[in-house]
């Protein structure tokens, strides 16, 4: 596995790579990798010959210094795990590459609307500094194809709509969710959990698939789905942020003539936030 750092060696291994007529995939991560990130690299596999990860973790989407400053970073495991998965190259670099005027003087990308509800409503700018750094990402990688994961449901609709609108010769594909045995998605931030809030999490994937057998069964009182997911789990211990059903292919309000809905729910346990997600065929 070939692991760089600068623009300058990134840029003279993807040449050689062209030159030989590979395609090449990205899989960005901000690292703590767990199996659903080793998921998206199998799911690379299939769209290309060459495989780039970049492990950047991003302090322009983080709303809270705090938040930044605990996100787990476990580079020697993350090396490990890809080189043992076959990576052909790691991009691993420093915030003055991805940022050389800095932060607070860079170029930023936006998509409004989608950006700015659900998740981007309660992390103001969170979006905003996804899309910026994922746009950063593609100008250096220029992959062929890009990976994302559908647990970030609302993260890879808003990608998607940059990659379009922007004209971005890319082809986006998402990866299904990995989810432990009792349903929790994987995440890097479910390790904030403690052991009893661990016990109530699988509560939130639970919630949707009460919602999704209700969809299925023709029920379309969509508020009234939502609130009693809200209030069960509330009384859980969660705090909920939202649940909300929407249109899966574009997140706006469902109608009569939808055939693919998706459940939406973020919800905050002790220090945790967690989101999850399902898509119901109606």
Known sequence: MNIVTTVDELRQQ??????????TALVPTMGNLHQGHMGLIELAREHAERIIVSIFVNPTQFDDDSDFERYPRTLDRDKARLKRAGVDMLFIPEVDTMYPFGTDNATSVSVPILGEEFCGSSRPGHFNGVTSVVNRLFSLVQPDVAIFGQKDYQQQIIIRRMTEDLSLPIRIVTGETVRDDDGLALSSRNQYLTEDERTIAPKLYAALQVIGNELQAGKRDYEGLESAATKELNGAGFEVD?????????????????????????????VARLIDNIVVSV
């Open 14 to 23: 993807l040449k050689d790579w062209r030159q030989s007529g590979d395609h």
């Open 242 to 270: 939202y649940v909300e059903i929407r249109r899966a292919e574009n997140l706006n309000p469902p109608n009569r003539d939808c055939d693919e809905l998706v459940v939406l729910a973020a919800a905050q346990l002790g």
